[in-house]
């Protein structure tokens, strides 16, 4: 057991923290009020392969590894969640799938651009009516010679409207249950397949989340991503990986919530003295580190556990559960720390606190990561 | 076109802590940073190697640990690296820097060196022209920007109240300034790339090269305090008119036997 940082990872957290801080904290506050999508930071984070991190090189990708890949999203996600979200869906849920399930000639049409950050991906599971029942889906797909015709609706996509590649989820045999279901690769571009109304959110207000419409969408029978009917299984696989980079993003969020507070504590006076020399705050802040240590141990467990090609399911599941409720507390008790100060804009904790509670939401509730954990105790 | 980026590796900070005892620095505690001069010396021969194809070479002389900023200029785009290492070379002052690393040089081989001004540890702005008398090369200072014509470069040259521009035969020798470019990040790429790679550590051994004139031996600078500068009083404010202020300002320095 070795709970050492090697050394390129350590000279990885170097860069991510030198372009976080330089790149994407001076825009976190006009990309959370303006709702603005942070186009430029992704192109900057597609160049210095950051895009394509946990792929081998001879798919565009940077060589690197799922550890490095979540230290990138907590990295970003410490200075603006907004950020940690984008990547973690493009990588996790597009690229990922297509580079696990994807044929020679998916991945050769797909992969180098997505890995590369000249396309942007997503993925399109959730329905009105199939959110946590991922199983009740309304979206059919009917093959027709050569092509696959979609029909229906998917909800709250993140990096809908901005992404080129849509990795979708359609019934192709109702009769089947979720063994009916399989999954397409879908171009933005293809038409009758266009995006509907944008959400609008209390936290990560800058990623895009919208409604997809699909009205006769042909999508070519060569995009079928696995087998007919293995969509079900590729949703929930993909969704692992999906957790561990969301259980990093809330990582972040908590750390990027402790270090704002500790400087605000140290300045803050109160009594005629810092508010850091209370024992209060101490103890406070003690707390809010140890249980956040405790999360990257987690998170980076499961991403080391992906890499090395070992189970990461429950692992995922653990650190998801355990990080977004971790990142819920401490955001709260930063915006607590911080007074009337942390309930205004002028301070980042409260917009920090906002975009925490996604991360106990999408990608499966905290209540299904305990539903997958004990499933697996007590079997 | 081989080019040799000559680095520093220095702690992350202006303002470095001096041991009141001994008179050096105290680096325990303090990130370890590439020299800013250096590190735009650097990106300035990327581009250079972008544009017209070079192998670009970081060169460096220090402790084993200067490794990392090795790796970061790899990180970065360099092709090869070396790190002049051996207790040998421990407490060299400028001279016998720039003998060690232009011994370096002679075995490298080079058609441009390239070194930052000076480093943000030791200001000497000394270690880049003495390289160059030692290797008999033409020499540019205060670079701040650089383009390559044909056998020879162009750079420009500046001062605080003006610039040069310079053309310059290759092989040269140039010190670079920190504000003539903004140094790229690390690429994710570079990064799990630069430690499948291999830094090259040379010794005494291997390296020709006048023991007399290396190490504190053959330093022979001698510091005799060093001292950290207090710091300033706030300074009196007078509200009057010039003519008063004047008098006041030549009153003042002549109480100072300044004038």
């Given at each position: 057991m070795d709970f050492q940082t090697d050394k390129e990872h350590s000279l990885l957290q170097t860069m991510l923290k030198d372009f976080a801080e330089t790149e994407v904290k001076p825009l976190a506050k006009e990309v959370d009020e303006k709702e603005a999508f942070p186009v430029e930071t992704v192109k900057k984070m597609a160049r210095f392969g950051m895009m394509g991190m946990p792929f081998p090189k001879e798919v565009g990708g940077a060589g690197g590894d799922n550890l490095g890949y979540v230290m990138a999203v907590e990295a970003m996600s410490k200075v603006c969640g907004t950020t940690g979200v984008i990547l973690s869906a493009h990588t996790s849920l597009c690229a990922a799938p297509i580079y696990e399930y994807g044929t020679p000639e998916q991945k050769q049409k797909y992969l180098p651009a997505l890995a590369r950050g000249e396309k942007l991906g997503a993925f399109g599971l959730t329905e009105p009516n199939a959110g946590t029942d991922a199983a009740g889906q309304q979206t059919t797909a009917v093959l027709d010679g050569d092509h696959y015709v979609l029909n229906g609706s998917k909800l709250f996509i993140t990096n809908a409207g901005y992404a080129d590649v849509y990795i979708v989820f359609a019934m192709t045999?109702?009769?089947?249950?979720?063994?009916?279901i399989s999954a397409f690769i879908v171009e933005s571009d293809m038409p009758g397949f266009s995006i509907g109304k944008k959400e609008e959110k209390m936290g990560i207000r800058g990623s895009s989340t919208c409604e997809l419409i699909f009205e006769n969408v042909k999508v070519p029978a060569a995009n079928l991503l696995g087998k007919e009917g293995g969509g079900f299984g590729i949703a929930m696989k993909t969704l692992d990986g999906g957790r561990i980079g969301i259980a990093a993003q809330a990582l972040g969020l908590a750390q990027g919530a402790i270090d704002e507070t500790v400087a605000y504590v140290k300045e803050r006076k109160q009594f005629g003295k810092s508010i850091a020399q209370f024992q209060n705050t101490q103890f406070q802040l003690a707390d809010m580190q140890a249980k956040t240590d405790a999360a990257r141990l987690l998170v980076y467990k499961a991403a080391c556990n992906k890499d090395a090609r070992l189970p990461y399911s429950v692992e995922a599941a653990t650190a998801k559960l355990f990080a977004s409720e971790t990142a819920m507390e401490v955001t709260t008790k930063a915006v607590q720390l911080h007074g009337g100060y942390g309930y205004t804009r002028e301070y980042p904790v409260e917009r920090m606190m906002r975009d925490a509670k996604i991360t106990e939401i999408y990608e499966g509730t905290s209540e299904v990561q305990r539903m997958v954990i004990s499933a697996t105790m007590l079997k | 076109m081989n080019i040799v980026v000559c680095m520093k590796q220095v702690p992350d900070t202006t303002e470095v802590k001096i041991d009141p005892v001994t008179g050096t620095l105290i680096r325990e505690g303090i990130p370890s940073i590439i020299n800013p001069d250096d590190k735009s010396g650097l990106e300035a021969a990327l581009v250079l190697k972008e544009r017209v194809g070079a192998k670009v070479t970081v060169l460096s002389m220090g402790p084993p640990q200067a490794d990392l900023a090795l790796r970061e200029a790899l990180a970065m785009g360099a092709d090869e690296a070396v790190l002049l290492s051996d207790r040998a070379f421990g407490g060299a002052d400028t001279w016998a820097t720039s003998t060690t690393i232009a011994a370096a040089l002679r075995k490298l081989g080079f058609d441009l060196i390239i070194c930052g001004r000076q480093a943000i540890d030791g200001d000497t702005a000394q270690v880049g022209p003495q390289i160059a008398e030692h290797l008999s090369l033409p020499q540019v200072s205060y670079v701040s920007e650089l383009e390559l014509a044909g056998d020879s470069v162009v750079v420009k040259r500046t001062f605080e109240d003006g610039y040069q521009r310079i053309k310059v035969k290759l092989p040269c020798l140039l010190t670079t300034l920190k504000d003539m470019n903004s140094p790229r990040y690390m690429s994710v790429a570079g990064i799990f790339d630069a430690y499948k790679k291999d830094v090259q550590v040379w010794g005494l051994a291997d390296i020709v090269v006048d023991e007399a004139n290396i190490g504190l031996k053959g330093s022979p600078t001698r510091v005799k305090k060093s001292f950290t500068k207090g710091a300033k009083s706030a300074g009196k404010v007078y509200e009057v008119d010039p003519k008063e202020g004047a008098r006041i300002i030549v009153e003042a320095l002549k109480e100072k036997f300044v004038i």
């Open positions: 045999d109702r009769s089947k249950g979720t063994r009916g | -």
